[in-house]
């Protein structure tokens, strides 16, 4: 478990080799690769299927690079990928069980932000050394004095169960601890490192934004860096731990580790991968994993170089020929390195060099499973078909080569070509794909996310969307950015669109594909919050006073996303009669004449012409001074949780009122009047010191508005509702006028809790003493 940084390694192997001399160190894993065969790889996406299948060949090819023959057979390397654009998994299904080394240090860094506290100050440079500089013997002591891990002073393993409830939550089901508690004997698989790199780079509910920023801040930092890096995207940003430790026995063998999260670059890139391996051969003279790092670096191109390749950038293989020489008393070899072609961009050239009366047998075979593209015979003499070109080629190739001579020395050469004049293969069209099908709501901004490559690159690409038949005429959309395969589209109407990408190389014809783009309708929305009725812009407004006779304008702006609707409003005057308008400019507009005094609640109805609708409700007072006064006195039992500010209070709720307009009183303020309520033995008393309003119906119900003091302070409004009735009721409701001029949420007093605020619903209390009477 490495504690030395990059530039500690490099100086570590020039010093190695100034005291070995002349003794040459190759960086290559001995017999690496293992080309005949269909490694096991799982690799789905359910956004992007063909985006998915494509990247299984190149998680194949990877397990094959890195696969190793040893005693007891072959030895994969684990791979494992999560692309967070497309939504893509893939992993070698082996699910071999490797140790961690110091990869395990990140899996303690996501145990510790998973606990409930955060990092105190004492852990916190802890916990950056053990990152930062991978280091042991702090990783020891957050390991057991903090997640309870590791062996106790007797030594017995402790049970480590915030490590364990981490994995768990985690979904990290074939991570384990060693049964005998040393974190780097920690067991994992590829999958479960990048189910744990998931959890650093993108939003989840076991670890929280602050400390995920914090555990990406370290691990973009982290030495030593290897794997990860290896041929990623160009512009890219690199959040990484390795892990290398050398195994037991005598041979000298290490397993070396490495999981880490790509983001950035040109084509904003966000993916994450895991490669782990074991059985890696060392120099005795290499105090570290040099093989093992080549190995791993390989293997991590593979994939890096694959999905750099399926988003255009063809830039990341070089070509170089790759030889093949028969020195073996089987008579037999092949090329070591996969070498890449691109479809038409390139063929693949093989050249033998077979002996005068030896038979050479090469085949080219598709590094990734195995399967055998093209083969044939080469006799030597003078008339030796000695070269061979296949074209239309795309994936990585080796050249295997057998001869029936006894000799030794034939050899073959495989090359990779760029194409010209010569190439028989018209370039090929691109490969485009629409993405899946999607749903939303009209005026919901819809994210498209398409696909599109070409062996010269990245296509030109357009979208296009096309409304259905079941889509209203004059519908629109607009696609934010229609030439990038990822964008947004929004559409004013519901329906069923078809959305469609094209891809353009600028040789063959555009090709594309189309997807369906499903949108619902949302109804019209016209509530306004009550804390902002106030300042609305519609018409009345809450509370609004009119005198009997005079028009009340309506006007009730509301919002639709689907601006292709048309509108219709049916309004409930609240006196017995309705009307209908068609909107304007989303606007319900109209006008009513109330005859009659009272408190109104108009209901507005707007809906749209796909049956979608909402509704809008406002409570005006209609009052007349002609219509009469009223007189009230008694008292009333005042109930438990009528004072606020004395819930469990209750007594004789004392009542006194006698408001009236007076003669040529043009209103709305009564003239004369006063309104008091007294609650014995409870501290609680109001006295009117302003009246805004009466209102006294022709059903003799009676409602007067206005402020006063409570307990002598100014400062609260109050309504008295009171009917003349058999029996008689009484309700007074009181608020801080500090929260609104009229009732809402925060009252001082109601002794009907719960009842409405129109007159018509206020359910007045049945008085116990006294009596209303209506004088109209």
């Known amino acids: 478990m490495a504690k030395a940084t990059g530039k500690g390694l490099s100086k570590i192997v020039i010093a190695v080799a100034a005291l070995i001399g002349t003794l040459v160190v190759t960086g290559q894993p001995a017999q690496a690769g293992e080309y005949d065969r269909e490694p096991e790889v799982t690799c789905t996406s359910e956004r992007y ?18 696969t190793v023959v040893r005693l007891e057979g072959l030895r994969e390397p684990g791979v494992a990928f999560y692309d967070h654009v497309t939504g893509t998994e893939c992993y070698s299904t082996t699910e071999k069980f490797f140790e961690t080394a110091s990869l395990v240090k990140a899996s303690i860094l ?71 508690g040393a974190f780097g004997d920690t067991h994992t698989t590829a999958r479960d490192q990048v189910r744990l790199f998931r959890l650093f780079s993108s939003p989840n509910p076991v670890i929280n934004e602050t400390r995920r920023a914090y555990a990406l801040s370290l691990l973009r930092r982290a030495e030593p860096r290897y794997g990860v890096d290896s041929f990623a995207p160009p512009g890219t940003t690199h959040a990484l731990k390795v892990g290398f430790s050398k195994l037991g026995g005598d041979e000298e063998e290490w397993r070396t580790n490495v999981a880490g999260y790509v983001s950035g670059g040109s084509q904003g890139y966000d993916y994450v991968t895991a490669f782990l ?11 570290w994993p040099r093989n093992g790092v080549a190995r791993i670096n390989k293997v991590a191109e593979q994939v890096n170089c694959g999905i750099r390749e399926l988003n255009g950038d063809n830039t990341c293989w070089d070509f170089e020929d790759e030889d093949c020489f028969i020195a073996s008393p089987q ?22 060099g077979a002996r005068l009366g030896s038979t050479m047998h090469w085949k080219l075979v598709d590094a990734a499973n195995g399967v055998v593209v093209d083969e044939g015979d080469a006799v030597g003499g003078p008339d030796c078909v000695c070269e061979k070109t296949v074209h239309g080629l795309y994936g990585s190739y080796i050249l295997k080569l057998s001869t029936d001579s006894p000799f030794v020395g034939e050899t073959g050469t495989i090359y990779n070509h760029t194409g010209g004049p010569q190439d028989p293969d018209p ?33 030109a690409v357009q979208w296009s969307v ?11 959309c607009v696609i934010a950015n229609p030439m990038v395969v990822r964008t947004t589209v929004t559409c004013d109407d519901d329906g069923t669109f078809t959305i469609r990408l094209s891809a353009d190389d600028g040789v063959n014809a555009a090709v594309g594909d189309e997807a369906r783009l499903t949108l619902t309708n949302v109804a019209p929305a016209t ?75 108009i209901k507005t109805e707007v809906t749209d012409d796909d049956t979608g609708s909402g509704e809008h409700e406002v409570m005006v007072i209609v009052y007349d001074p002609d219509a009469g006064f009223g007189t ?64 006294v119906t022709p059903d003799d119900k009676i409602a007067v508005k206005g402020t006063g003091t409570v307990n002598g302070e100014a400062g609260y409004g109050f309504v008295q509702y009171s009917y003349d009735a058999d029996p008689d009721g009484v309700r007074l409701v009181v608020w801080p006028l500090s929260v609104g001029a009229y009732p809402q949420d925060t009252l001082t007093y109601d002794n009907v809790k719960g009842a409405g605020f129109d007159l018509d619903v206020a359910r007045p209390q049945e008085i116990a003493h006294g009596s209303v009477q209506a004088h109209n």
Not at 53 to 62: E, G, I
Not at 437 to 452: C, Y
Not at 466 to 476: I, K, N
Not at 576 to 585: D, F, I, L, N, V
Request: net charge negative; hydrophobic share 30%; aromatic share 6%.
């Open 427 to 459: 370039d090929q069209p691109p490969v485009v794909s629409a993405g899946p099908d999607v749903t939303g709501a009209e005026g919901q901004t819809i994210e498209l996310s398409g696909f599109a490559n070409d062996d010269r690159g990245a296509p």
């Open 110 to 180: 996501g145990a510790l932000l998973h606990r409930p506290q955060d990092i105190s100050d004492a852990e916190r440079p802890l916990v950056e050394k053990m990152i930062l500089e991978s280091d042991n013997d702090t990783s020891l002591r957050l390991w057991r004095e903090v997640l309870g891990c590791g062996k106790d002073d007797n030594d017995n393993v402790r049970p480590c169960t915030l490590f364990r409830q981490f994995l768990e939550a985690a979904g990290m089901d074939n991570t384990y601890p060693d049964d005998e």
């Open 331 to 352: 008579g037999e070899c092949r090329t070591d390195r996969p070498l890449r072609s691109h479809r038409s961009q390139h063929w693949v050239r093989v050249e033998i």
């Open 49 to 66: 299927p063909q985006f998915a299948d494509q990247m299984a060949d190149f998680v194949r090819l990877a397990v094959n690079v890195g």
């Open 277 to 287: 391996s074991d059985r890696n051969e060392e120099p005795p003279y290499i105090p």
């Open 527 to 601: 509530a306004i919050p009550r804390a902002a009725r106030a300042a609305a812009v519609g018409t009345p407004q809450p509370w609004q006073v009119f005198r009997a006779g005079t028009p009340v304008s309506l006007s009730v702006p509301f919002t639709d996303p689907g601006a292709n609707d048309t509108h219709t409003c049916l309004t409930d005057w609240d006196d017995g009669t309705t009307s209908s308008r068609a909107a304007t400019a989303l606007t319900c507009q109209d006008s009513h004449r109330y005859t009659r005094p009272g408190m109104y609640t």
């Open 632 to 695: 009230q006195g008694g008292w009333l039992s005042s109930p438990v949780g009528a004072i606020t500010d004395a819930p469990s209070a209750s007594g004789k709720g004392h009542f006194q009122a006698n408001v009236k307009y007076q003669p040529h009183d043009q209103g709305p303020e009564p003239g004369n009047g006063k309104v008091s309520f007294r609650v014995d033995p409870s501290a609680f008393d109001l006295s009117s010191t302003t009246l805004e309003w009466l209102v």
């Open 466 to 476: 096309e409304p259905g038949p079941d889509v209203d005429a004059g519908a629109s």
